[in-house]
C-alpha cells in the first residue's frame, strides 16, 4: 500500500527537536498514538511495530521510490518516554533540505506540525512531571553556567515542588477542618484551633517571604546581572571592559568622548553572568552624538543591577568624586567606587584614597588587583555566598504567585484577629490554596498553560 494514501488523524505530532542549522546530525522527534506505526511505514529496515521500546535502528526513510536519508530510528513505548506517549526520534543527516523533505512527508501522511514547547506540555498533561518541573526544562536547556545548571537540575528533579507541596498540605489540613464547620453552620462549633491555624499561617509567612526574598539571587543567576561601567571620558573604562572580558572588545583611546554609544558583553564570575556595559564618559559636551550617548548612559544607569563608578587615581581630587557618589548615592542602586590608573598616581593621592574602605584600587592597564575587584562585585549584589542546597526562585510566575499566596495569608491573619465566620474564613484560605497550586499546577488554565509553553522552542 502506498504510504501517502494513509492518514492518521490522533494528532500525532512532529517537530526537529535539534536546533536548526546545517550540522553532521539532527533529530526529528514524533509523539502520539500512531508516531510509531507511521515512522514504520516509510522505513526501509525492521518492523518497528514489532520491536521493543527504547531500541535504535538502522534503515531508510523513503517516499514511495525515493531514498530520502539513512537514518537511525529510536523508539520510545508509552509510557515510557518524555511524554508518556508513543515517541519515535529520526537521527538523519543534518541537511536542511533532508529535514524539510522528512518532516514535509510526515505531514502529508497526517502527522500535525507540533506548537511551541508541545512535547513538554504534552509530558506535564500525561503526569510525567509537575508544572514547576516542566519550565526548568527550559530553564536548563538556556543554562549557561555551573550555577545556573545546578538551580535548572534541582528544579527539574522537583526539590523546589516539594516545598511548595509540603506548605501547601500544611494549609489543606485546617482548610478541610473549616470546611467541616460548614457543614455545622447552624452549631457552634470549632474542629480547626485558631491558635494552632495561626501559628501555621505565621510559620507559613515566613518561608513564602523567604523565598520571595530569594528570587533577586534566582534572577541574577538566571539572567544575568546587568553592570554598567560609569566615569568621565578617558578615564579606563574601555580598558577595564577589555580587561574583565579578556580581549579587546572596546576601543581604547587617548581622546576623550571615543565611546559615543554603549558596548555590551557577559562574563562569569563564580558561575554568574555579569552583563556589563562600557557607557559614554559622564561630561558635558557640545558635541551632538557624544550628548546622545551620556543620555544613553543615563538611561543605562536607571535599568543596573549594580554600577562601577570608574575615576582617574592620577588626575580627579576628592570633591569630584563626592559629587559623583552623592548622585549615585541618590539613585539607590548598588556601586562600587574605583579608582583607575593606581601604576602611574602619586603615592599621596593612593594615600588619601586608600583611607577609604568602600573604595577599591585598580590598575585595568596591569590588571592590577583585578581579581580583588571581581570578589568586590560580588559581595556588592550579595552573590560571593550561594547555598545552591536552599530553594530558590527563579522565575517570575513562581514569584507573583507566592505574592499573592502572601496577601492571601494577611486576609487569614486579619481574619482570625478579628474573629470573622468560618465560611469567609475558608474563603480566604482557599484564596491561598488556589495561589500555591498554580506554582506546581494543581491549579490550572488554558491561558496559563498557552503563555508558559508557547515560551518553550519548538520541538521541546
Known amino acids: 500500500m502506498n504510504p501517502q494514501s494513509i492518514v492518521y488523524s490522533d494528532d500525532t505530532i512532529i517537530a526537529l527537536a535539534t536546533p536548526p542549522g546545517v550540522g553532521a546530525i539532527s533529530v526529528v522527534r514524533l509523539s502520539g498514538k500512531y508516531s510509531i506505526s507511521v515512522v514504520n511505514k516509510v522505513f526501509q529496515g525492521k518492523n518497528l511495530e514489532a520491536e521493543k521500546s527504547h531500541t535504535i535502528h538502522l534503515g531508510q526513510i523513503k517516499d514511495e521510490d525515493k531514498i530520502i536519508d539513512e537514518v537511525l530510528v529510536s523508539i520510545f513505548r508509552e509510557p515510557n518516554s518524555y511524554t508518556k506517549e508513543n515517541v519515535v526520534e529520526i537521527s538523519c543527516h543534518g541537511s536542511n533540505y533532508i529535514i524539510k523533505e522528512i518532516i514535509s512527508l510526515f505531514i502529508r501522511l497526517g502527522i500535525r506540525f507540533a506548537r511551541p514547547g508541545e512535547f513538554t506540555q504534552r509530558a506535564?498533561?500525561?503526569g510525567r512531571f509537575d508544572l514547576v518541573q516542566a519550565e526548568a526544562v527550559a530553564d536548563l536547556i538556556a543554562s549557561d553556567s555551573d550555577t545556573s545548571h545546578e538551580m535548572a537540575m534541582k528544579q527539574m528533579r522537583g526539590g523546589f515542588s516539594k516545598e511548595i507541596n509540603t506548605l501547601r498540605e500544611s494549609l489543606i489540613h485546617f482548610a478541610s477542618l473549616i470546611e467541616l464547620e460548614l457543614d455545622f453552620g447552624e452549631e457552634d462549633v470549632q474542629f480547626a484551633s485558631r491558635k494552632e491555624l495561626k501559628e501555621t499561617v505565621l510559620t507559613l509567612k515566613s518561608e513564602i517571604e523567604k523565598l520571595i526574598s530569594s528570587f533577586r539571587l534566582g534572577n541574577a543567576i538566571k539572567n544575568g546581572v546587568p553592570t554598567v561601567i560609569v566615569g568621565k571620558p578617558n578615564v579606563g573604562k574601555s580598558t577595564l571592559l577589555n580587561a574583565l572580558l579578556k580581549e579587546d572588545r572596546a576601543i581604547v583611546s587617548e581622546i576623550p568622548g571615543t565611546t559615543r554609544d554603549f558596548i555590551?558583553?557577559?562574563?562569569?564570575?563564580?558561575?554568574?553572568?555579569?552583563?556589563?556595559?562600557?557607557?559614554?564618559?559622564?561630561?558635558?559636551?557640545?558635541?551632538?552624538?557624544?550628548?546622545?550617548?551620556?543620555?544613553?548612559?543615563?538611561?543605562?544607569?536607571?535599568k543596573a543591577s549594580?554600577?562601577?563608578?570608574?575615576f582617574d587615581l592620577s588626575k580627579e581630587k576628592l570633591v569630584e568624586i563626592e559629587k559623583v557618589v552623592a548622585e549615585l548615592e541618590s539613585q539607590k542602586i548598588p556601586f562600587l567606587k574605583i579608582g583607575n590608573k593606581k601604576d602611574i598616581a602619586a603615592p599621596a593621592l593612593l594615600k588619601e584614597f586608600g583611607n577609604d574602605e568602600e573604595m577599591i584600587l585598580i590598575s585595568a592597564a596591569t590588571e592590577e588587583n583585578l581579581e580583588e575587584?571581581?570578589?568586590?562585585?560580588l559581595h556588592k549584589v550579595h552573590l560571593d555566598n550561594i547555598n545552591t542546597?536552599?530553594?530558590?526562585?527563579?522565575?517570575?510566575?513562581?514569584?507573583?504567585?507566592?505574592?499573592?499566596?502572601?496577601?492571601?495569608?494577611?486576609?487569614?491573619l486579619t481574619g482570625l484577629e478579628k474573629n470573622i465566620t468560618h465560611d469567609l474564613l475558608a474563603q480566604d484560605i482557599r484564596h491561598a490554596l488556589f495561589h500555591l497550586g498554580e506554582i506546581t499546577g494543581e491549579i490550572t488554565t488554558e491561558d496559563l498553560l498557552g503563555n508558559i509553553f508557547s515560551k518553550f522552542c519548538i520541538g521541546k
Open 124 to 126: 506535564f498533561i500525561n
Open 264 to 302: 555590551e558583553d557577559e562574563i562569569f564570575i563564580e558561575g554568574i553572568r555579569f552583563r556589563f556595559i562600557d557607557t559614554a564618559g559622564l561630561r558635558d559636551t557640545e558635541d551632538a552624538v557624544e550628548a546622545m550617548g551620556v543620555a544613553r548612559t543615563r538611561e543605562k544607569m536607571q
Open 306 to 310: 549594580l554600577i562601577l563608578y570608574l
Open 373 to 377: 575587584l571581581k570578589t568586590k562585585i
Open 389 to 412: 542546597g536552599e530553594s530558590i526562585v527563579t522565575n517570575v510566575r513562581h514569584l507573583e504567585a507566592l505574592r499573592k499566596t502572601s496577601s492571601d495569608l494577611d486576609e487569614v
